[in-house]
């Protein structure tokens, strides 16, 4: 006997095999701890304190183009360098092709500016309050001033009642002249192995659900399983599909998890 498969059927079958696939439930991604990207950069210090025209240009190299490139808390775009910088401390990160990521950490410096900043040092949150905190410990010619956030300059180096975030600072010193630093992250400060293990294991195992040979794509009990997944978690059991089944979990729980998850899924 002879079988034959039109056009639109194999068309059909090809389809499904693709979406079968491209299913979220299967593992995919490139590995980037065996990728080879790597970043530097090529600095122009800004001519006065009172010029923003310093530049940062990003050059990396390996892993796999096209790249895109974003400055501290900004996002991601496909640029060649960065202009119109004051003096300060940056983050520069790079991102390519498969998602992979680096950093570095620059600096732009002034002839005129007399400030220092020696350390910020941030206090973390927890979970929906703004009980987190930074202090800035700096030096510099005459009376400073401190700005967060581009906000009002004021003589106090603590600020207090913050909330988790990315934040940044800056110190003016008596002659106008001033010194940035970005990306200082207060965290909610949720932990996984106190906090968030037990609400997933008591609620999301099971015969049907995430438990070694159970019907889910990895078990809970598995760390690393856990938090490649902690994105599509928190969306999950705040939509109230998982747990599985139902019911869905006390808001409180809810919370905990997105926290975590904003934190960067530590393995804390």
């Given at each position: 006997?002879?079988?034959?498969?039109?056009?639109?059927?194999?068309?059909?079958?090809?389809?499904?095999?693709?979406?079968?696939?491209?299913?979220?439930?299967?593992?995919?991604?490139?590995?980037?701890?065996?990728?080879?990207?790597?970043?530097?950069?090529?600095?122009?210090?800004?001519?006065?304190c009172?010029?923003?025209n310093?530049?940062?240009t990003?050059?990396?190299?390996g892993?796999?183009?096209?790249?895109?490139?974003?400055?501290?808390?900004?996002a991601?775009?496909?640029?060649?360098?960065?202009?119109?910088?004051?003096?300060?401390?940056?983050?520069?990160?790079?991102?390519?092709?498969?998602g992979?990521?680096?950093?570095?950490?620059?600096?732009?410096?002034?002839?005129?500016?007399?400030?220092?900043?020696?350390?910020?040092t941030?206090?973390?949150?927890?979970?929906g309050?703004?009980?987190?905190?930074?202090?800035?410990?700096?030096?510099?010619?005459?009376?400073?001033?401190y700005?967060?956030?581009?906000?009002?300059?004021?003589?106090?180096?603590?600020?207090?009642?913050?909330?988790?975030?990315?934040?940044?600072?800056?110190?003016?010193?008596?002659?106008?002249?001033?010194?940035?630093?970005?990306?200082?992250?207060?965290?909610?400060?949720?932990?996984?192995?106190?906090?968030?293990?037990?609400?997933?294991?008591?609620?999301?195992?099971?015969?049907?659900?995430?438990?070694?040979?159970?019907?889910a794509?990895?078990?809970?009990?598995?760390?690393?399983?856990?938090?490649?997944?902690?994105?599509?978690?928190?969306?999950r059991?705040?939509?109230?599909?998982?747990?599985?089944?139902?019911?869905?979990?006390?808001?409180?729980?809810?919370?905990?998890i997105?926290?975590?998850?904003d934190?960067?899924?530590?393995?804390?």
């Amino acid at each position: 006997m002879i079988f034959r498969i039109t056009t639109n059927r194999l068309w059909l079958i090809s389809l499904a095999i693709v979406m079968a696939c491209s299913s979220k439930d299967v593992p995919s991604g490139f590995d980037c701890t065996k990728s080879t990207l790597a970043l530097t950069s090529t600095l122009a210090n800004p001519t006065s304190c009172a010029t923003a025209n310093g530049s940062i240009t990003p050059n990396p190299t390996g892993g796999e183009g096209p790249y895109q490139f974003a400055l501290d808390a900004g996002a991601y775009a496909s640029v060649t360098a960065f202009n119109n910088l004051g003096a300060g401390s940056y983050v520069l990160k790079v991102k390519d092709k498969n998602g992979c990521e680096k950093t570095q950490n620059v600096t732009l410096t002034t002839p005129g500016s007399s400030v220092v900043i020696s350390s910020v040092t941030p206090t973390n949150s927890s979970c929906g309050t703004s009980t987190g905190s930074i202090a800035i410990s700096a030096t510099g010619t005459g009376s400073l001033t401190y700005s967060l956030n581009s906000g009002a300059a004021v003589s106090t180096s603590t600020f207090s009642n913050l909330a988790a975030g990315t934040y940044s600072v800056k110190v003016t010193d008596g002659a106008g002249c001033s010194t940035s630093q970005g990306s200082i992250k207060i965290l909610n400060g949720t932990k996984y192995s106190t906090q968030i293990k037990t609400i997933l294991e008591t609620n999301c195992t099971g015969s049907n659900c995430h438990s070694t040979g159970g019907s889910a794509p990895f078990a809970i009990s598995n760390f690393s399983a856990v938090q490649s997944r902690a994105a599509d978690i928190k969306s999950r059991t705040a939509s109230g599909n998982m747990p599985k089944g139902g019911p869905k979990l006390p808001q409180s729980q809810i919370d905990l998890i997105a926290c975590w998850v904003d934190d960067g899924a530590l393995d804390n």
